[in-house]
């Protein structure tokens, strides 16, 4: 799935609230029906639910917030010579591993982030 979903924002050319659904979902949020209304309902991977749904596709911050894993940082937003795409890095540096980095291609700041954080989760 996850293979599937980064080859997608790959080639978007903008965020979507359908591609952050799917970056949601990836991230542990679990998406589910009010039994009353039918209504959507969302939930953190801690379970909780507000009324705020993040969009990472389309949000530097709701990126770094939901998407990005707990202890890693950006370490670079960058363009590419030609400006037809966004490279974005993160890192983390466990002292049992080293160090370890991760990058997105994108459209964007937000959907290359987003690319970064879910080979990020992808490794664990």
Known sequence: MT???IEKLEQAEEGSRELS????LACGWRKTRWVPTGEPAW???QGSNGSYLPH???SL?????YAVPEGWWPEQLSWASDGSLVIATIWNRDPGDGYK????DAANPALALCIAALKARAEG
């Open 61 to 65: 911050d709701d990126c770094l917030r």
């Open 3 to 5: 293979d599937t979903l």
């Open 101 to 104: 980095s991760c990058d997105g």
């Open 43 to 45: 939930f953190d991977p």
């Open 56 to 58: 990472p596709t389309r």
């Open 21 to 24: 659904d799917e970056v949601l």
